[in-house]
């Protein structure tokens, strides 16, 4: 019996957190989320020397091999700076391709995909919440034809897993005919997204079944884990800040009001973080819950993540409510990973099918 | 992460199987006595088996096991599975035996531990007054001492088990010229003399948990102190440290929620089962993320004392998270009941560890889970706790005055 991390696994959040330390510090994260360029070529590729392109890409294709308990914590991690870049999007589209390709498939694209060659996301959504592969009804017959919403970082992608009618995965290249992206005005700048506007376009199906739920169930929990990660440095942001703001003469943090508001953020929070250890872990071993605790991670965390956002907008007083404090990046971070590949509410009615 | 026991313990879990199928239920003359006593017998033998009051040395009647969560996890498990007698779950095992045993005379631990191990001796907790929850070292209960014998005068509140309790250990104020905290002696008490007058506190939901204890010229021997004199406060700071129960309040949580569930598909709304409207699934669903994340934070700490790590943050959050769940839990139940929601709870009976049982059950739960929350350390203490051990906040200005 061991519900912990591994001294390996330790090491990877560690080394990932140094690196953003160093790389991602407050104002290079303040630069990228105001920037006008969607993507930072050499921010993504500093992530990716450090292997974070191939984690779930198996060994013999040139990836890490690892399980995604391991990725969900690079995900916390990312998601504890806030980090900008295509890690979600690439990360999916990696293991779609690495469960539903076909041997040609993969040789072709998971080498790439592990160095970092080639970078690529995921289509999925068609608007109206439409986000789960039963709900798809692009049409996969000679080519493509139709949109796809919410792309992550698409503006970095030049491979696209597109999510097809009856619940199919298919890739499409981005620079080919056809393919167009559309920046969509979103609120966290911290993973632009795109519409994918398909006319004609070419594409290979990827042949293997249940991919698609494989992506649906991974997407669920690497959202939790950088929901998890997010929420975790609002609620240590708003301590910092209760611990120096001076006010009456004291720290505001001897008041009991803000000392008992900070409390309940935290335990918001802390509690949970063995909730999507759990979901990742069961995605690798334990078949008969991944769905559900995928389902109760992504809706349970991003939720927090969106109140305990809320939390410290409100603990920070009227600074908290400008552009120029940090809290508002995570607020809006909060925004995606609650909405992104379906709502709380959507995800538990998924999770009340299981009772 | 590996969440099987493992071979070892697979054999040890199957050891106290066939432990329990031959000794209980008793057989023969011993199924003729009361409870108690079967209890009683049954705990020794258990003890001598190695299965209870395992983290107590022999010398005063434990079985002086090494530390392991996971066989005492297993041995909980089992024990519940037969409905056998565990530990005495009272506050004399809980509190009095390990403070004994670490601030405790060698005679005290001789004369005291063995019979509250077994169940033979039961112990109440004289510490609340009704000057003094929160604040609790403010408390004024005067022990002087005269010739070779403490006088005790004052009153004592929320003292469970006391109608029936042998002893009483007490917060009693012995100095009264030192500070607030410094002034204080553990006393142990004699409950069945002349002077203690218990008188039950009849609960909001009918029941009579708790009582209060007057004390009138109640008496008890001069080295029937634990600590020096002035210490009392410290000596009550004394915590269980072994084997924490870190999932067994998470097991019964999970347990409280399948009884949700199940009232929700058992009810009606509009003629069709609760459970399909889509409003009550939300709520369900809500609850069921918080009962999850309990599971496997309790999982998460069991593994810090399996790796002999503290468990951090997480740790102090146990008892308000939990108690915010169960609130949630018995908030739902009372909309699932219906008109029934104005029913008297009494003989609702039951309190943790089992789902509720009918609508009194329910309704039960809806006013018990207040005083479990407020029961122990109230639920804006548990948030200073949280605020100031666990997230490293100042100490309030008024506690810091008052010092």
Not at chain 2, 105 to 129: A, D, H, I, R
Request: charged share 25%; with cysteine.
């Amino acid at each position: 019996m061991d519900f912990g991390l591994s001294e390996e696994q330790g090491l990877l959040q560690d080394t990932v957190g140094q690196f953003l330390a160093n790389e991602n510090d407050p104002n290079q994260l303040r630069a990228r989320f105001d920037a006008e360029e969607a993507h930072d070529p050499t921010f993504w590729k500093g992530q990716i020397e450090l292997g974070l392109a191939g984690l779930l890409i198996p060994e013999p294709f040139g990836g890490a091999g690892l399980e995604l308990l391991d990725a969900a914590l690079v995900a916390e991690t990312l998601g504890r700076a806030a980090a900008p870049g295509p890690f979600l999007g690439h990360t999916l589209a990696a293991l779609a391709l690495a469960r539903g390709g076909s041997d040609a498939q993969k040789k072709t694209w998971l080498p790439k995909l592990a160095t970092g060659d080639v970078t690529a996301t995921v289509a999925l959504a068609e608007g109206e919440g439409r986000w789960m592969p039963e709900q798809w009804e692009l049409q996969a017959s000679g080519s493509l034809t139709g949109q796809k919403h919410h792309l992550p970082s698409g503006a970095a992608a030049d491979l696209i897993v597109v999510g097809t009618a009856g619940g199919g995965l298919a890739i499409v290249e981005s620079a080919a005919a056809g393919v167009r992206l559309e920046p969509y005005p979103g609120a966290d700048r911290t993973r632009r997204l795109d519409t994918l506007h398909l006319e004609g376009a070419a594409f290979e199906a990827l042949p293997e079944a249940g991919a698609a739920e494989a992506l649906r169930d991974a997407g669920l929990v690497l959202l939790a884990a950088d929901a998890f990660g997010g929420a975790s440095r609002c609620v240590e942001m708003s301590v910092e800040y209760a611990k120096t703001r001076e006010q009456f003469g004291v720290t505001i943090g001897h008041f009991q009001a803000l000392k008992h508001q900070l409390a309940n953020m935290a335990l918001e929070v802390e509690p949970s973080r063995g909730l999507f250890w759990y979901a990742a872990h069961a995605f690798d071993h334990a078949p008969e819950d991944t769905a559900r605790m995928a389902a109760v991670a992504k809706a349970h965390l991003t939720d927090r993540f969106m109140a305990v956002a809320r939390d410290a907008v409100e603990a920070h007083g009227g600074i908290g409510y400008t552009w120029e404090c940090d809290v508002q990046i995570w607020f809006k971070r909060a925004m995606f990973d609650r909405t992104w590949l379906g709502t709380p509410g959507f995800h538990r009615e998924r999770a009340a099918s299981h009772w | 992460m590996d969440l099987s026991y493992g071979p070892e313990y697979d054999a040890f879990r199957e050891e106290v199987r066939s432990f329990l199928s031959s000794h209980w239920p008793p057989k023969g003359k011993e199924a003729e006595q009361d409870f108690l006593a079967q209890a009683i017998h049954f705990r020794r033998t258990a003890i001598e088996a190695g299965y209870l009051a395992r983290a107590i040395p022999k010398a005063y009647g434990g079985s002086e096991q090494a530390s392991d969560p996971l066989k005492a996890q297993i041995i909980r498990e089992e024990l519940g599975r037969a409905k056998a007698p565990g530990d005495p779950g009272g506050i004399g095992t809980m509190m009095l035996v390990p403070t004994l045993l670490e601030k405790g005379e060698e005679w005290q631990k001789q004369k005291f531990v063995p019979g509250t191990v077994l169940g033979e001796l039961s112990w109440c907790q004289g510490y609340s007054e009704p000057g003094s929850g929160s604040d609790l070292a403010s408390l004024k209960t005067r022990g002087e001492l005269d010739g070779d014998e403490w006088v005790i005068n004052g009153q004592k509140i929320w003292t469970s088990g006391a109608v029936h309790a042998d002893y009483m250990f007490c917060l009693v104020r012995t100095e009264p010229d030192a500070g607030k905290h410094a002034g204080i002696s553990y006393l142990l008490i004699d409950m069945k003399q002349e002077g203690i007058d218990v008188r039950p506190l009849r609960q909001m939901n009918g029941s009579a948990h708790f009582n209060e204890v007057f004390l009138t010229d109640v008496r008890t021997p001069k080295d029937w102190i634990v600590g020096q004199r002035g210490e009392g406060w410290i000596v009550s700071r004394t915590t269980l440290k072994h084997e924490r129960n870190s999932i067994g309040n998470a097991s019964m949580v999970e347990a409280t929620f399948k009884g949700l569930v199940r009232l929700a598909r058992e009810s009606k709304i509009d003629g069709r089962p609760a459970i399909e409207d889509p409003a009550i699934r939300q709520r369900l669903a809500t609850i069921e993320g918080y009962v999850q994340a309990h599971k496997y934070s309790g999982f998460r700490q069991l593994t810090h004392q399996l790796r002999g790590e503290d468990a951090g943050l997480i740790g102090l959050m146990n008892k308000l998270h939990s108690t915010n769940i169960n609130q949630e839990v018995s908030k739902l139940a009372f909309d699932l009941i219906g008109d029934d929601a104005m029913l008297d709870p009494e003989g609702g009976g039951g309190l943790m560890g089992v789902a509720p049982k009918g609508a009194e059950g329910w309704i039960n739960l809806f006013m018990s889970s207040l005083g479990v929350a407020i029961a122990g350390g109230t639920a804006n203490i548990q948030r200073n706790v949280i605020g100031e051990r666990g997230l490293g906040l100042p100490r309030d200005a008024y506690a810091q005055q008052s010092r």
